[in-house]
């Protein structure tokens, strides 16, 4: 059961709802895209987005200390490029923006395409590709480089770094550094689901979970029954350990994320797990949340990412409070 009206006007009328909840933003007439009408056009406007269906992102980081704007498209849809650039200009008058955008085909093509569209009217246009999932392909076994949960550690170091006074140039410095340390791989227990549609993205028997999911509810990469929460665990770690190859008394940020369908109480089990096998591997844990940061529209399932602080300032950029509806501080 969704708790919804007409399925088509689902998206419209949660929009609506975040108006009323949140009217520090200012939605972009014709769009899915909102920005901080508190912004002063002091510094260099961060817009990041995508498709809907992923809540609290990307409109729940909007706001100073992280994003200035967020445009999103349908569910599981990126925006136009034209609606990326509506947004842009609505932000803006000093012809200068970053995109952050999350390594899917769909989502570099449209925000690449308003980058060259600004560029020719005489903008100057950064852009960061957030790669962060470490999940394999089950045939392949490549690597899927889909951007996943980690965007929202890049929102907040490189909007630290924007508000400090950062360049184009120097986002775009920080940025490669960013999402080369930052990884991530995630487990459910279901697919995720469209409005007004009873059939999940994917399904499993009773009892059973898969690691390696997309956002999208794309596949994972192995089924197997559900043992406990502490295997779950064990397996992202795992994975996780053998790409970052870490020694001890490595710093890390964590993040632990629902994937929309997790109760908090199983969400603060599987947090407790993963804090106490990283201790074990005598990790130095500067940074570490847990809660609903990126979804996939209702999947019960959940995320781990880790952050390799291989500079001191990027911890300070994550302890910087902000004034975002989602971003806990």
């Known amino acids: 059961m969704q708790i919804i ?141 889909r951007g996943v949960a980690g965007t929202v550690l890049v929102h907040k170091i490189l909007g630290a770094a924007a508000l400090n006074g950062a360049t184009i140039p120097m986002l775009t410095t920080l940025a490669k550094q960013v999402t080369a340390a930052v990884k991530t791989i995630g487990v459910a227990a279901s697919g995720a689901l469209l409005p007004g549609q009873a059939q999940a993205s994917f399904t499993l028997q009773p009892g059973d979970i898969y690691y390696g999911i997309g956002i999208h509810g794309e596949p994972g990469y192995r089924k197997e029954p559900f043992q406990s929460s502490e295997r779950l665990a064990q397996e992202l770690i795992s994975k996780l350990k053998l790409n970052f190859n870490w020694q001890p008394n490595d710093h890390y940020a964590v993040l632990v994320n629902s994937l929309g369908g997790t109760p908090p109480l199983e969400l603060m089990v599987f947090n407790h797990d993963v804090h106490e096998l990283l201790q074990l591997n005598q990790l130095q844990l500067d940074f570490h949340k847990a809660g609903t940061f990126l979804t996939s529209n209702g999947m019960h399932g959940l995320s781990l990412t880790m952050l390799q602080l291989a500079d001191p300032d990027w911890l300070t950029a994550l302890n910087l409070p902000v004034q975002t509806p989602a971003w806990p501080n």
């Open 5 to 145: 009206n007409e399925p088509d006007q689902a998206l419209a009328q949660a929009v609506q709802g975040i108006q009323w909840a949140h009217p520090e933003l200012t939605w972009v007439p014709e769009t899915y895209g909102c920005y901080d009408q508190r912004f002063k056009d002091d510094q260099v406007p961060l817009i990041a987005g995508g498709g809907s269906g992923h809540a609290p992102a990307h409109w729940g980081y909007v706001g100073r200390g992280m994003l200035t704007a967020a445009v999103m498209g349908p569910i599981f849809t990126p925006p136009t490029a034209a609606q990326i650039v509506k947004v842009a200009q609505a932000v803006t008058k000093k012809k200068r923006v970053f995109f952050i955008v999350k390594n899917f085909p769909a989502d570099v093509a449209a925000f690449g395409q308003a980058q060259a569209t600004l560029q020719a009217a005489g903008w100057e246009v950064g852009m960061a590709l957030v790669a962060d999932d470490i999940s394999v392909d089950n045939a392949s076994l490549k690597k899927r480089r």
